[in-house]
């Protein structure tokens, strides 16, 4: 889900395992050469998520690296198919009210460019979590702390 420390976990993770970082959103970004609430707004969430799943699946392709994907990616069975076969899925959680919290005023955020948003996360938190719940783990990452979060995941990925 948005908001819950995907990249800044992702790049703790690799650089403590020594592998490559690949941040998802960024790369989309790169590819299209705009921000992500810009491809929104000019080209339209249907062109985003297909753009999406190919930087994913390419991504997929590649060995001994952290891949942090953006809140959506997971929903998208193609994705979530391909990762579930071949990688280590985690679902990072945290309760609605620390999302509220860290998503309250961004404004690179398409999805919640709403007058609501508290609504509109709480509406596409309950909407995904019954799809997060398909990933091999889950971490509840109320009250720990990034450091915390990222060496649950090594044990995880150690475990495998």
């Known amino acids: 889900m948005m908001g819950v420390g995907k990249s800044t976990v992702g790049k703790i993770v690799a650089?403590?395992?020594?592998?490559?970082?690949?941040?998802?959103?960024?790369?989309?970004?790169?590819?299209?050469s705009m921000k992500?609430?810009?491809?929104?707004?000019k080209k339209g969430e249907n062109f985003f998520r297909l753009e999406e799943e190919k930087v994913v699946l390419e991504s997929l392709k590649k060995h001994n690296c952290v891949i942090a994907l953006g809140g959506g990616a997971f929903i998208n069975k193609t994705i979530r198919d391909n990762i579930l076969k071949s990688a280590v899925s985690i679902w990072l959680d945290v309760?609605?009210?620390?999302?509220?919290?860290?998503?309250?005023?961004?404004?690179k955020r398409p999805l919640l460019n709403k007058k609501d948003n508290q609504k509109e996360i709480n509406r596409l938190y309950l909407k995904r979590k019954k799809i997060y719940q398909l990933a091999n783990h889950k971490i509840n990452c109320e009250n720990l702390n990034t450091n915390d979060v990222a060496n649950k995941i090594i044990n995880f990925y150690e475990k495998k």
């Open 15 to 32: 650089q403590k395992q020594n592998l490559e970082f690949i941040d998802i959103d960024l790369n989309i970004e790169k590819n299209c």
């Open 36 to 41: 992500i609430a810009e491809i929104f707004k």
């Open 95 to 107: 309760d609605l009210e620390t999302l509220n919290k860290r998503t309250k005023n961004s404004k």
